[in-house]
């Protein structure tokens, strides 16, 4: 059985009438993500298919599925990397029809990837300031002529640079090329680049692929941590079990880019088609 | 109607120049990923061969077509296997360096050689104009010479890419090069080939060019290298049939530009065409569209 | 990381004045005449490499037609002091250099933000190409304009049919050109460039504008919008490209549009490429190196070129050949870090 991580803002789900489930402190807030008929067509091939979710303001949710079922294409939509071919996507209730990947972060979406694109050639700090470029708000000029709007806003980057740094345990390591952290450290610093666009819905594209045991109990309490002080919505995509089970209140399971199922890690667990979707069908004879 | 119809002509007729430099070119970038400046001083040099064959040697002139293209082979090879390839690895930048620096070195040599004055340069077609019309409409043996040479070429390396163990092994070494050296595909071998057929056609493209315009200089050749190149991007770079229509359309506006609009604007139409064309179809006009990866 | 962005500060600006100071006082003590001319020359040309580094090294686009921004400065440059001096009576040089540089960078800048906004959606070498094509179509259309002033009044024409003082001749190019640069102003020109190349690397906006050419993606989903700031570095760099081009107009008496062709864009970027692409300092070396280098060589004159070629070619393979690499690291373990500390701000 895995470990459960408590937390303070621990409470039940409740169903939708979208049929998706909430927590239900989060019941009288406005979601951080619904999306209703979402699909993508690439080029004939249905790649997701009427996908329809709903993810509290406070939930972490995972979303899990067999290689190649479409998780990381659901993501890349949430992000308009991709266009929908149908379907809409709120967030916080906003439509975010014609917005494109840019405007999306702006509205509080965050990402990281699977294959971890740092600014290689940049320092840890400056690659966590990158993220703060919503909040920074001087212009070129500014840079240039350092005008005294620029040393007030880089003090206050830096100051909150290293305070984010500090919750993955990085703040040490602020002066290194990002490129020349280890694997994990790397993946820490996504996460953190992508907090510190200030968001309200953070996606996680398998934030514990190539952990240990250990690094991966850390990484989970760090999620919940994350959640706990920002007060944000967080999907992961994780092939890693006892931590999708552990620190996932809602879980979506998508299979040929369909949802098979949704619902607590316990119903997940006990579900035959999510069963039957990684390991296969019985064979009746 | 009568000059409307020749400008037609005379435009194929240069943009099926361009079209066979553009052929090498684009072969080439498609397999090595770079842009090969000296490609256009390929061009220069074939036309010197075929000039000395003739002029100092008094060789016939289908012998010194043959001798230009398999000089400019053995060049093709032989500034592959020096410059570019100790160069697989490193930056796009340093191998564009590497290849303005090759162009150099090939413009300067020739003029060390030749001087820096343009020569008379003999065409090596020689069997009279067609009349049609009634005498109104007079094409010039070169030009029919040089759109069938196009034709066939375009003909050849299209079966060539697709249908010969060479050429579907340049196709995947185009496509992965890691993936095709995996397949047991020799990878330098097949780019060396892909230079060398580039070169050699390179060479037909400076005789037919020179035979044209009948003066040849050390730097006949970087003009049209520039041009051509441009037609490869302009039909989608890696594509055959690409490569042929950039080259035709690249002529045929380039010689109606200067008839029609302005003689001394010819050029700027040319690369205005070609900006609004990629404004509108990114990869040219038959250039694939490459889906990113995330 | 403070400390060593200071330093490379120091190094820069101190290397910049130190050379600066030199020149000054060999300018009256033995420097030959065709240096002393080719000290305003040098001084345009590493303002050119530092502001082609700000696109190929900082935004990581390549840039084939650079001159054509050089040629638009020149020209607006030679036509603003012509304009004063013949219509406002302007006899102030410092005046008319001073106008004439700002009216370079304002219509290089307009150029290069017509050219960047569609040009730069384009990625890798089709942007090369674009360039390129863009270098061509200012030198064949300012091929055929000519110029003049006439009382208060500019005139344009596609004929040489102007009224007045001709300013700009067509084919000929710009004509009688008042010599008013000076090798102080292109020295104060070099220092602006710094401080704004510099400056910028080291604010937000060049950090967006890093980031956008290390990943794309990664850049948009942090919020920072790739073609506003790869817009931005290309036309910071093209408004310093004009200033150094009006500099440069400024300081000879006759030049034509052919003077800022594709070889001249070229020759900028093996400048950035020979003093390493993002290194500023070494842009500044290769810029003035090989400006004076080629002039000392004129003895040679048949075999300088075709030298240069080779040059060219076996310093490249030197340096980006993984086998010559291997060597080296081999012989002179120690090397490799040093030149890894290398790529950093300056």
Same mark, same amino acid.
């Given at each position: ?148 709007? =620029?040393?007030? &806003? ?5 100051? #909150? @640079? *290293? ?6 345990? %990085?703040? +040490? ?9 280890? =694997?994990?450290? &790397? ?5 953190? #680049? @992508? *907090? ?6 953070? %996606?996680? +594209? ?29 999907? %992961? ?49 | ?294 | ?346």
């Amino acid at each position: 059985m895995p470990k459960k991580v408590q937390s303070i803002n621990d409470s039940p789900l409740v169903n939708m009438p979208s049929s998706s489930y909430i927590p239900q402190r989060d019941l009288y807030k406005t979601p951080a993500l619904e999306t209703h008929h979402l699909g993508v067509d690439f080029g004939g091939l249905r790649a997701v298919d009427d996908f329809n979710l709903t993810i509290g303001a406070t939930e972490i949710a995972g979303l899990i599925g067999p290689n190649g079922a479409g998780k990381t294409t659901v993501f890349n939509l949430l992000t308009k990397v991709y266009e929908p071919t149908t379907g809409t996507i709120l967030i916080k209730g906003i439509d975010t029809h014609n917005k494109n990947t840019v405007q999306l972060n702006k509205l509080g979406v965050a990402r990281t990837f699977q294959n971890i694109p740092l600014f290689d050639n940049l320092t840890v700090e400056e690659n966590v300031k990158l993220g703060m470029h919503n909040s920074t708000g001087y212009d070129m000029m500014t840079g240039i002529l350092r005008l005294p709007k =620029y040393w007030k &806003q880089e003090k206050a980057a830096h100051d #909150r @640079a *290293l305070e984010l740094l500090s919750i993955f345990d %990085l703040q +040490d390591k602020a002066d290194w090329k990002a490129g020349s952290l280890p =694997y994990g450290a &790397q993946r820490r610093l996504e996460i953190v #680049r @992508a *907090l510190a666009t200030d968001p309200c819905l953070l %996606l996680l +594209d398998e934030p514990a692929a190539g952990m240990n045991p250990s690094e991966t109990s850390e990484l989970m309490e760090n999620i919940v941590k994350i959640r706990d002080t920002f007060q944000i919505a967080i999907l %992961l995509i994780e092939h890693d079990m006892n931590l999708v089970m552990g620190i996932c209140e809602g879980i979506c399971v998508l299979n040929f880019g369909k949802i098979i199922a949704k619902g607590t890690p316990d119903e997940i667990q006990a579900t035959p088609a999510v069963i039957e979707a990684y390991l296969g069908r019985k064979k009746e004879d | 109607m009568i000059s409307f119809l020749s400008h037609l002509i005379s435009g194929i007729n240069l943009g099926s120049v361009y079209a066979i430099i553009a052929l090498g070119y684009s072969m080439v970038y498609g397999i090595a990923k770079m842009l090969n400046f000296a490609h256009g001083d390929v061009i220069m040099v074939g036309a010197y061969i075929s000039f000395c064959a003739s002029q100092y040697w008094g060789l016939p002139p289908v012998v010194g077509v043959v001798a230009s293209v398999a000089v400019c082979t053995l060049l093709g090879i032989t500034i592959e296997g020096l410059a570019y390839k100790p160069l697989r690895q490193a930056g796009s930048l340093a191998v564009l360096i590497t290849a303005i620096g090759m162009s150099y070195f090939l413009q300067n040599a020739a003029q060390l050689i030749f001087g820096p004055n343009p020569v008379q340069f003999t065409s090596v077609v020689n069997f009279g104009s067609i009349s049609l019309l009634g005498g109104q409409l007079k094409i010039r043996s070169e030009t029919i010479v040089t759109i069938i040479s196009g034709v066939i070429i375009m003909v050849a390396l299209t079966w060539f890419t697709g249908k010969t163990r060479i050429g579907r092994a340049m196709r995947a070494v185009s496509e992965d090069k890691g993936a095709a050296q995996l397949m047991g595909i020799n990878v330098n071998r097949t780019i060396s080939t892909t230079f060398a057929i580039g070169s050699a056609l390179a060479a037909i493209a400076g005789v037919l060019l020179c035979s044209n315009y009948n003066t040849l200089m050390p730097t006949t050749g970087s003009m049209p290298g520039i041009k051509a190149f441009t037609a490869a991007v302009f039909g989608g770079i890696g594509s055959i049939p690409g490569a042929m229509l950039g080259g035709i359309l690249l002529g045929l506006i380039e010689t109606f530009g200067k008839a029609y609009i302005s003689s001394q604007l010819g050029d700027a139409i040319v690369f205005a065409v070609l900006i609004i064309v990629l404004l509108f179809k990114p990869t040219g006009l038959l250039g694939k569209q490459v889906r990113e990866k995330v | 990381m403070k400390k060593k962005i200071l330093r490379s500060y120091l190094i820069t600006f101190g290397m910049v004045i130190v050379a600066f100071i030199f020149c000054q006082y060999f300018q009256g003590h033995g420097m030959s005449r065709t240096l002393k001319g080719q000290l305003i020359p040098i001084c345009a040309y590493i303002v050119m490499a530092l502001s082609l580094n700000l696109v190929v090294g900082v935004s990581g686009e390549l840039s084939l037609g650079h001159a054509g921004f050089m040629s638009v400065g020149a020209f607006t440059g030679v036509i603003i002091s012509g304009w004063l001096l013949n219509g406002f009576g302007v006899e102030s040089t410092v005046m008319r250099l001073l106008l004439g540089i700002l009216g370079g960078g304002l219509t290089a800048g307009i150029a290069g933000f017509l050219i960047g906004i569609p040009v730069l959606r384009l990625r890798g070498d089709y942007l090369a190409i674009v360039t390129l094509a863009f270098g061509e179509i200012i030198r064949n259309i300012i091929n055929c304009i000519w110029i003049s002033v006439d009382g208060k009044s500019l005139h344009f024409a596609v004929t040489n049919n102007v009224p007045g003082t001709v300013l700009v001749n067509g084919p000929q190019g710009a004509v009688k050109v008042a010599r008013i640069a000076t090798f102080p102003a292109g020295f104060v020109l070099v220092l602006f460039t710094l401080v704004v190349i510099l400056n910028l690397v080291n604010s937000h906006p060049g950090r967006a504008i890093m980031a956008a050419r290390d990943n794309r993606i990664a850049a948009e989903s942090v919020g920072i919008s790739v073609l506003k700031y790869k817009t931005m570095a290309f036309v910071t760099s093209a408004v310093l490209a004009g200033m150094a081009g009006a500099l440069y107009g400024l300081s000879i008496s006759t030049f034509d549009p052919s003077k800022f062709d594709f070889n001249t864009s070229i020759n900028i970027l093996v400048f950035v490429v020979l003093g390493g692409i993002g290194n500023m300092s070494g842009s500044i070396i290769a810029a003035a190196v090989l400006t004076i280098l080629p002039e000392k060589l004129r003895a040679f004159s048949d075999y300088r070129m075709l030298a240069y070629a080779i040059v060219l070619i076996l310093v490249m393979i030197a340096t980006n050949s993984a086998q010559v690499r291997g060597l080296i690291a081999k012989f002179a373990p120690k090397k490799k870090s040093a030149v890894k500390g290398d790529d950093g701000n300056a």
